[in-house]
């Protein structure tokens, strides 16, 4: 089991930077935890450092140390991971740490909000996607094998189950509920979702008849099971390619969106490309025991050490770090410090077309919490 | 083997309407085909009408008539196909035939040029995407269990292989020597690619380090053993969600793009959603003895049968199976009457924002060629 907290307001969180610009990173997400104001019901925080990642690997041979798993399960209630590099060649033995994380905590589904900022000139978008998160392509079932004419022939197993797809789709409804509860403490002219709340499940059912249409049949049943909880969520479904092109041409329609792993993962990046950059974008690796906020960005080598990795994907992952462990006031907090910020503009990182440095944004934001 | 034209310049094509509006964006292509002006060496079309599609196989129980295939074999030298509509629900026997014609007539790599249309308000690109076009997920190797607790778990193959993965790159890189020789003849202050050809690699082999791996090495390896030919053309590679992302971000730094049979599925639409519209986009089924032109939209049911679809993918599509077959100055002509249709930009279906029908607009090409 997970470690439980001694008292019941104190918080350990394993901090794991990782590679590149995870290093800058997560001690920014750090600092802004730090500085959150202190009352009776909000956390007091204990941070754990731990190893992981590509640099890790190159050091010592092993990419997530058996030491980091150990204390995340003893000590931690929760944890960030900052980024991981990939090998731009094959490199035997190595194999990403966040996606063995992942496994070994048996976190779920990934949790992605994208949104933009009123009045940024972007298009205007409030989606929540819901990656699964444990199977898919992602189990790294693969052989190669030689053919009769000597040429290699390699082969992955994806594969799609019940239990997990029900498990993702369970984590959408429910978020598009809690959602939906949120949204009305809005003013109605300030919601940019105004309908009902939605579902909108992601697949390849034409291709995949089997597994993806196992997924889409167990995440459908979801709703139809438990018909008087979710009758006031709508459901549709998108082919993933579809879904791509849908949500570059109108954003707008959607809500909370549920996909198998690989699917989800490229959706994501290209949602975050919608809000203008891959530096604003957090998520939550969740499962039923334990959360890990993670940037969705990667380890940025070129700019790695630099001061120019934008703080705010890191910061808002700690933000959803809090509000999975059920501090979802101090985690608001965060989120609006952040939208002070970006709607104020002042303040930004490059990648934002700004000449900010990581602290000076991670300054910034602590002074609003 | 293929059938070879019996006088040097007739050309049977196979029409393959399929379901939805691939019956008014067919007739389109054909009409331009045959309002080609006649010269010594252009061809003379004779056109077969062939059946295929979902609604084929609600008639008649399949999807893809062995009568098509062998037509296509026995009197074609290469087709049209429309778009087929995807079942809503799983049905039992049903398989895409647009995958299995693929498959069968060893249709290796999907062609799929994504450009935007200068003066168009939209952002400038000029991209070829190179999609593998016979197996990864596509190979549809499905299988469903059932677990200890009853609970169903299913699981597709993934095959990559580097005979496969080597043609494509072969593809992909003379492509990309053929593009640079095109351009050539551009005065430079109106090419939008002004740098060395490049053929960026897509993958995920920091997951799929067997399988992407191999992809990967393999592409690389086309250039590699391929030293003095290549010398000219740079090489690139972008994990496939990075890719989703720096192609919404900054489109004018891909040229020739190739990937696996998956991602390039959905890296086509994504691209599509740059250019305005799914309506614009061709590809060529390419084989080495055949070819299949076909728009990559689907068979959109919405609109079907009411003149609202926009045949300039397909007709594109007529276009690259021309220049395929060897027919370059004839594609060229379609190709420009379609530009200059689209500059012009006042005979537009709606989802371009206009109000012409389907024969309005390819009338309107027509009159330029
Ligand atoms: C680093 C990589 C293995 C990872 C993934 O594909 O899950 C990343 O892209 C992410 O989105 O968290
Ligand atoms: C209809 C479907 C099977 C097909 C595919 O996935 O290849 C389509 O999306 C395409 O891009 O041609």
């Known amino acids: 089991g997970f470690a439980t907290a001694a008292q019941s307001n104190k918080v350990t969180i394993g901090l794991i930077p990782a590679d590149g610009i995870g290093r800058e990173v997560i001690p920014a997400a750090r600092q802004v935890l730090e500085s959150l104001p202190k009352s009776e019901s909000s956390p007091r925080f204990e941070f754990i450092h731990l190893d992981a990642g590509f640099e890790h690997f190159q050091k010592h041979g092993v990419a997530l140390p058996e030491e980091t798993l150990t204390r995340l399960r003893g000590e931690c209630q929760g944890a960030l991971f900052g980024a991981v590099s990939s090998p731009s060649h094959k490199v035997a033995g190595y194999s990403s740490p966040i996606v063995a994380l992942r496994k070994h905590l048996d976190l779920y589904a990934n949790v992605r909000p994208v949104a933009s900022v009123a009045g940024s000139g972007q298009k205007q978008l409030d989606m929540l996607i819901i990656r699964e998160n444990t199977e898919c392509l992602y189990i790294k079932q693969e052989r190669i094998e030689t053919d009769a004419n000597g040429l290699k022939v390699a082969y992955a197993d994806r594969k799609i189950s ?208």
Chains 1, 2 share one sequence.
């Open 162 to 369: 019940e239990y997990a797809s029900r498990r993702a789709g369970q984590m959408a409804f429910n978020m598009a509920l809690m959602r939906d509860k949120l949204r009305s403490n809005v003013p109605a002219s300030e919601r940019l979702w105004q309908g009902k709340p939605k579902v909108t499940i992601v697949h390849k059912s034409n291709v995949l008849s089997i597994t993806d249409g196992l997924w889409r049949e167990t995440v459908r049943g979801v709703k139809e099971n438990n018909a008087a909880l979710y009758a006031g969520v709508d459901m549709d479904e998108q082919l993933v390619d579809s879904m791509v092109y849908r949500m570059f041409r109108e954003p707008e329609a959607f809500d909370v969106v549920v996909a198998p792993n690989l699917y989800g993962d490229i959706i994501s990046d290209g949602a975050a490309a919608l809000v203008g950059s891959l530096g604003l974008v957090p998520s939550a690796n969740v499962g039923d025991n334990f959360v890990v906020g993670e940037p969705v960005h990667g380890s940025a080598p070129d700019i790695a050490g630099q001061q120019k990795a934008n703080p705010i994907a890191a910061i808002r992952s700690a933000g959803l770090l809090l509000e999975h462990m059920g501090y979802s006031g101090d985690a608001a907090r965060i989120y609006q410090a952040v939208d002070g910020v970006l709607r104020e503009g002042l303040i930004k990182t490059p990648d934002l077309g700004g000449k900010s440095t990581t602290q000076e944004v991670t300054d910034a934001v602590c002074k609003r919490l």
